[in-house]
């Protein structure tokens, strides 16, 4: 009855440790900003690899977006300047808005990419009128080829 006793003790302290040691591993982990991709809505912006998606409008929406999960990212803090230096480096300009919070607009053309900073995510949103342009100006091309 003891041994028996003693390995149910084992088993939880085990089980135990399991769940500690799984549930602390990603929990404080912070971005590391230093490898990105294109959004899946505009491969011209870049995203940290590290981010995951975690939803997307689908369809002829007229709010195209998509949301990616980033553990370690703060709503009130600055988006860290390695990765506005990134953003640059791909081509696009932040454009300066009055009380833009959380949210950065930035500009590469005729493009426009509203980058919204929440604790733990991000969005990356290309307005609706913006988008039509670029329909817009893809199907002008089409027809003068």
């Not at 991709?37 to 011209?44: E, I, L, P, Y």
């Not at 919070?101 to 969005?123: A, C, Y």
Request: aromatic fraction near 8%; charged fraction near 25%; hydrophobic fraction near 35%.
């Amino acid at each position: 009855m003891l041994r028996r006793r003693n390995l149910h003790l084992a088993e939880i302290i085990c089980a135990g440790t399991i769940l500690l040691v799984a549930s602390g591993c990603g929990a404080s982990s912070q971005p590391s900003w230093k490898s990105f991709d294109g959004a899946a809505n505009v491969k011209s912006f870049p995203v940290p690899k590290e981010a995951n998606k975690t939803e997307q409008t689908t369809g002829n929406s007229d709010l195209d977006y998509v949301r990616y999960a980033l553990p370690g990212l703060k709503e009130d803090q600055s988006v860290p300047e390695v990765y506005l230096e990134e953003i640059e480096s791909w081509g696009w300009t932040q454009k300066e808005i009055e009380d833009s919070g959380s949210s950065l607009v930035f500009e590469k053309g005729k493009n426009i990419v509203h980058l919204t900073v929440h604790d733990d995510f991000l969005i990356i949103t290309v307005p609706a009128q913006f988008k039509k342009q670029m329909i817009q100006g893809l199907e002008s091309n089409k027809v003068n080829e």
